[in-house]
């Protein structure tokens, strides 16, 4: 598999989950701006969409939608158990999860990183983020993970997506239950091998 990536994007997401599971993989940095891949092909002849994350498959077939693609790695090794069975009602709960944080949080933050956002626009965003962060710090105050005890591929994604927090001067801090939550998933093998991966692809 080729996992198509740029920094500090949500392709993030299932590079940790492809770690989580151990699977082969080979990383593809995408530049944003030029929409070139780093050996020199264009990336919307691979996506037409034009963004990453991307999963090239064995036998040619291009997945997208970082939600899509991590529930598609974890359905491939479900004795890791990033993702609750098809069918079951565990299942629902993480993709109701994953809707949530693409709509609501990514969606939500990923305007910010726009330099010529005005300001009045930018406070009501933040406003909206932040109503949104609560509803999150709620539920991590009495559960370690999103689903509950167990790591889920919705808490990559989530990760992935409140690590762009800092690039808008936003501090997790505000949200302690959040920012343990974050600091638990920093810690995991996972996080840093793809860190460390991503870098070392650069």
Request: net charge neutral; glycine share 6%; proline share 5%.
């Amino acid at each position: 598999m080729k996992l198509y990536f740029a920094p500090h994007t949500c392709s993030f997401s299932p590079h940790i989950v492809l770690q989580e599971l151990g699977l082969p993989y080979e990383l593809v940095q995408v530049d944003n701006q030029t929409k070139r891949t780093a050996d020199g092909r264009d990336f919307r002849g691979i996506n037409p969409k034009g963004y990453v994350a991307a999963l090239e498959l064995e036998n040619g077939e291009v997945l997208t939608e970082g939600a899509v693609i991590v529930q598609y790695l974890a359905d491939l090794k479900p004795s890791a158990q990033l993702a609750p069975p098809q069918g079951s009602w565990q299942r629902v709960r993480l993709q109701e999860w994953l809707s949530f944080i693409g709509s609501e949080i990514h969606a939500g933050a990923a305007p910010l990183f726009n330099q010529d956002l005005p300001q009045a626009a930018g406070a009501i965003l933040r406003d909206k983020l932040g109503k949104r962060v609560a509803l999150l710090e709620t539920t991590l105050q009495r559960q370690a993970y999103l689903l509950g005890d167990q790591f889920s591929v919705a808490d990559a994604y989530l990760y992935t997506v409140l690590g762009w927090f800092k690039f808008f001067g936003i501090s997790l801090d505000r949200w302690p239950a959040i920012a343990a939550y974050a600091s638990r998933i920093a810690a995991r093998p996972s996080v840093r091998a793809a860190l460390q991966a991503e870098a070392e692809a650069r």
